[in-house]
């Protein structure tokens, strides 16, 4: 069973920066791909970045609203996925999930992913 446990998460005024990580452990398998989403208050759940890697390469996906911004990496020595936030903006509030599926369709495909975390809440101030 996999499981994908976000933190990092909290308060932060704008222009600040925020870096979230998530563990994750029990997949398998070159073609595992990671993303993290968010909800933000009032708003469904939407995409923000998606990171696949493979061999000695990777690819990412980004929502245009965080492209510039916003940088998801991933270590697969510690199976932990990050997400680096760079000039937060209010809009940027909201909780944000992490979550893991196999590579069967666009990265930033909601229907991609199967696992999910609890979650980590980031508040941007102005």
């Known amino acids: 069973q996999v499981r994908m446990t976000e933190s990092g998460g909290g308060s932060v005024q704008a222009g600040g920066s925020l870096t979230l990580s998530c563990a994750a452990s029990?997949?398998?398998?070159?073609?595992?791909?990671m993303g993290w989403f968010r909800q933000r208050p009032g708003k469904e759940r939407e995409a923000v970045a998606g990171?696949?890697?493979?061999?000695?390469?990777?690819?990412?996906a980004y929502a245009d609203s965080v492209s510039g911004r916003f940088t998801v990496s991933k270590s697969s020595a510690k199976n932990t996925l990050y997400l680096q936030m760079n000039n937060l903006k209010p809009e940027d509030t909201g909780m944000y999930y992490c979550?893991?599926?196999?590579?069967?369709?666009?990265?930033?495909?909601?229907?991609?992913?199967?696992?999910w975390g609890q979650g980590t809440q980031v508040t941007v101030s102005s």
């Open positions: 990171i696949a890697t493979y061999g000695g390469g990777s690819r990412t």
């Open positions: 979550a893991g599926g196999k590579c069967t369709l666009a990265l930033l495909a909601g229907a991609l992913y199967n696992a």
């Open positions: 029990g997949y398998t398998g070159d073609d595992y791909c």
